[in-house]
T-cell receptor, first 110, second 117 residues
């Protein structure tokens, strides 16, 4: 069955450093992969999408890579800020249906 | 332009009662999805609806759960005879037709937190 695994440990980093989150998957060949941000008690908010034929995508301080051979995506937050503290979800998509990982909680210390 | 609206935000039901969760999609969105999130788990797809049609309900439990998206009004997720295991956060998402959504982005509501006591 499909399995999506994100960093099991929460990430605590110093302001200004780069946070790197991992999303690994098995038994799946997604057409695209998305990253969402979720704050406590709120719904997920879309951040970035990367397609299966793309290697890397950037948006402001965010960078996503997608390696379909390794079945892995890396999500980077550069020059991190306390406001980046949240849970980040990776989601694999095939047409309309999204399959989510459990998320990685990031805390950025001032 | 209001986002996806879900109500109630919190719902407490006793075992055996019915729970009704409502979702109004964003203006101009004709596709609605329901997801369930259990503690420490990822969101799990439940059902995909378009106006008056259930497109994919492969994630819905076979019994007690139903969903609709009528021509007028919000989408409703209905859980009959709730049990403690139904306690979770239920999220609704909406999206425009595919042609207008190159990022396949889903816009999520704030969720309804159902607690069964």
């Amino acid at each position: 069955s499909q399995k999506i695994e994100q960093n099991s440990e929460a990430l605590n980093i110093q302001e200004g450093k780069t946070a790197t989150l991992t999303c690994n998957y098995t038994n799946y060949s997604p057409a695209y992969l998305q990253w969402y941000r979720q704050d406590p008690g709120r719904g997920p908010v879309f951040l970035l999408l990367i397609r299966e034929n793309e290697k890397e995508k950037r948006k402001e301080r965010l960078k996503v890579t997608f390696d379909t051979t390794l079945k892995q995506s890396l999500f980077h937050i550069t020059a991190s800020q306390p406001a980046d503290s949240a849970t980040y979800l990776c989601a694999l998509g095939d047409d309309y249906k999204l399959s989510f990982g459990a998320g990685t909680t990031v805390t950025v210390r001032a | 332009n209001a986002g996806v609206m879900q109500n109630p935000r919190h719902l407490v039901r006793r075992r055996g009662q019915e729970a009704r969760l409502r979702c109004s999609p964003m203006k101009g969105h004709s596709h609605v999805y329901w997801y369930r999130q259990l503690p420490e788990e990822g969101l799990k797809f439940m059902v995909y609806l378009q106006k008056e049609n259930i497109i994919d309900e492969s994630g819905m439990p076979k019994e007690r759960f139903s969903a609709e998206f009528p021509k007028e009004g919000p989408s409703i997720l209905r859980i009959q005879q709730v049990v403690r295991g139904d306690s979770a956060a239920y999220f609704c998402a909406s999206s425009p037709p595919e042609a207008r959504n190159p990022n396949a982005e889903a816009f999520f509501g704030q969720g309804t937190r159902l607690t069964v006591v």
